[in-house]
């Protein structure tokens, strides 16, 4: 893990916008961009999207001082839009890897894989939000559209922003 | 182990393919039954998508079919469009678009090598447990494909999903001066690069062959990336123009995915070992070398061996790139005027998996009235099918298990791109 401060901070929207949940990190961190307008303290927060391909994950978060990845997941239960924060050493359990995202390996193993090659952020938090749609569309869920804005007021909370 | 002559198997999450789908191999009487190959199309909703909306737009929007090829959607659409508005991009604009596409190459083949397709020759179940044994490995894969990254950021503004392509050109193109940090990147990748061959061409490669026609797109004088002519194996050769005269797409009841083959033919490939067979004398000298010193011969029929061709391919990419580096001279302006008009038009490229087909008619205000996608995977998928078939075949005394992965690594031979495609690739073995 990296150990020296680097003062960086980044958001990671993980997802794809036309597969409707899975859509949701993406729509938060345009929700942070928006808000950038108005807190000029998240100016210098790097605001990303991915759709999860675990090598541009490292590159994107190895290095930083506080890592928030946003993403749409998979519970297995009927309640979606259910909010769920999970830190660096929740996240080597989830070797399953069920996700929408359309890519080969998932957050587990992505963290899994930063961890041999030391390129875990300082600080990695995953804000998810179950997800019921992931089929082709641009419409979220209702109750996972409701969670974009208190997402982002998470995020923003974890970024050490005053929420305004 | 299992001995029955009638069975089902079935495979959940197949791993290490891009994206999701099914596979369902049905066993009765001691021979293979049924074999399917299960993909769920985005390209079909994006063409719904994509009517009504302005001719300027099928880039940006297509692009997010993919994750791992943006640009060859972006690519595809871009000349589609500019076919159907008579415009003709060439010089500097051409030139980056040619770069733009062999960072493409290089991260999509590496990543494809290095996190999915190696670990299956190793013996390792996972990127993960390679590292673990091999770090450095890993860290010469994740190093290479970063040289790819590096040029999808300048050229395409960032790595995924670029913003910088537009119909006729770029929003904004580099600085010479701009270019300059990739080379000495490039120059690194070129030397890791070359050990890729080294490495992949020592693997143990299963002894299997098809005799599928191979279909590519051809340029004189050069390896076939962002433009050319199709050709084939069986010795046809048509413009992009006559695509749907030659390929024709057909609904199989298992997938939601069309079905392609060649009229009068069958099921052909497209893909990293058409493209190597039929445009082998391309090269540049150094992927030629590489490829000979690998053990490569005129053609790959063998589909364990795809592994060596991309890596060969990513060679050339690294070479090209670095090439068109040093020529570059800027534009005049970023990008040509498109007019839009009442026409159709078609676009074809090489994306890293193969040919990547778009149509589309526009009418006089310059919107999209029709959107044709015809993606590589869904090309291969009937081939693919027909290899298992045999595949399987040969391997009914294996258990459950072991035929399940053994599917799985075969599968991952063709890098189908499921996510142009699809949710979770469940493989299904019917052994009843």
């Known amino acids: 893990m990296t150990t020296a401060s680097s003062g960086r901070r980044v958001v990671i929207g993980v997802g794809n916008e036309y597969r409707r949940d899975d859509g949701f990190g993406p729509l938060v961190v345009a929700a942070l961009a928006d808000r950038r307008t108005r807190e000029p303290g998240l100016a210098a927060v790097e605001l990303r999207t991915s759709d999860g391909e675990p090598a541009r994950l490292l590159d994107l978060w190895a290095g930083a001082d506080l890592a928030v990845v946003v993403d749409a997941v998979r519970d297995g239960g009927d309640a979606p839009g259910r909010r769920y924060e999970l830190v660096l050493d929740e996240l080597d359990g989830l070797g399953g890897d069920a996700s929408a995202s359309s890519h080969g390996i998932g957050l587990g193993s992505t963290v899994a894989l930063a ?4 390129r875990l ?27 974009v804005q208190p997402v982002a007021r998470r995020a923003a909370e974890l970024l050490d922003l005053r929420d305004p | 182990m299992t001995h029955r002559s009638d069975r089902t198997l079935d495979v959940r999450a197949l791993a290490r393919v891009e994206g999701e789908g099914a596979m369902h191999i049905r066993v009765r009487d001691g021979a293979v039954d049924d074999v399917r190959l299960e993909i769920y199309e985005p390209p079909r909703f994006f063409e719904a998508f994509l009517r009504g909306r302005r ?27 500019e076919d159907a508005c008579g415009v003709q991009v060439g010089g500097s604009i051409a030139a980056l678009r040619r770069l733009l596409y062999c960072g493409e190459w290089i991260e999509s083949h590496t990543l494809h090598i290095y996190l999915l397709h190696a670990p299956d020759f190793l013996g390792y179940p996972s990127a993960l447990d390679m590292a673990k044994d091999r770090r450095d490995l890993v860290e010469r894969g994740l190093a290479l494909k970063k040289a790819g990254n590096d040029i999808l950021e300048l050229l395409g503004g960032r790595a995924i999903h670029p913003v910088n392509v537009r119909v006729g050109g770029f929003y904004r193109v580099p600085l010479p001066r701009e270019l300059i940090p990739l080379r000495d990147t490039l120059r690194a990748a070129l030397r890791q690069a070359l050990d890729t061959v080294q490495w992949v061409a020592g693997f143990d490669f299963p ?12 340029t004189p004088g050069r390896y076939a990336i962002e433009s050319g002519t199709v050709a084939t194996t069986g010795g046809r050769g048509f413009p992009p123009q ?18 392609a083959h060649l009229a009068g033919r069958g099921a052909y490939l497209t893909g990293p070992a058409a493209r190597y067979t039929l445009n082998r004398r391309w090269l540049s000298p150094l992927a030629t070398q590489a490829a000979t010193a690998a053990g490569m011969g005129a053609d790959c029929r063998n589909p364990y061996r795809s592994v060596v061709v991309r890596a060969v391919e990513t060679v050339y990419a690294v070479e090209e790139a670095l090439r068109l580096i040093d020529e570059y001279e800027p534009p005049v302006r970023p990008y040509l005027d498109v007019p839009g008009r009442a026409a ?14 778009h149509r589309y008619g526009l009418d006089a205000d310059g919107l999209v009235t029709s959107a044709r996608i015809v993606p590589p995977t869904s090309q291969n998928q009937a081939a693919i099918e027909d290899d298992l078939r045999r595949f399987v075949a040969a391997r009914l005394d294996l258990d459950d298990e072991r035929l399940t992965r053994e599917c799985e690594q075969a599968i991952r031979n063709y890098d189908p791109c499921i996510s142009c495609a699809t949710h979770f690739l469940d493989l299904t073995v019917d052994r009843e």
Do not use: K, N, W
């Open chain 1, 115 to 118: 961890r041999v090659l030391d």
């Open chain 1, 121 to 147: 952020p300082r600080r990695l938090v995953v804000l998810a939000v179950s997800g019921h749609e992931f089929g082709f569309g641009v419409e979220l869920t209702p109750q996972v559209a409701a969670m």
């Open chain 2, 55 to 81: 001719y300027t737009e099928p880039p940006d929007i297509t692009a997010r079919i993919c994750g791992i090829c943006p640009v060859a959607y972006q690519m595809s659409a871009c000349a589609a469009i």
């Open chain 2, 207 to 218: 002894d299997f062959h098809h005799d599928h026609e191979l279909l590519a797109l051809t």
């Open chain 2, 242 to 259: 006559q695509f749907e005269d030659h390929v024709i797409e057909e609904h199989v009841p298992h997938s939601t995915a069309l079905h």
């Open chain 2, 344 to 357: 159709v038009g078609y676009g074809a490229t090489e994306a890293p998996r193969g040919i990547l087909f």
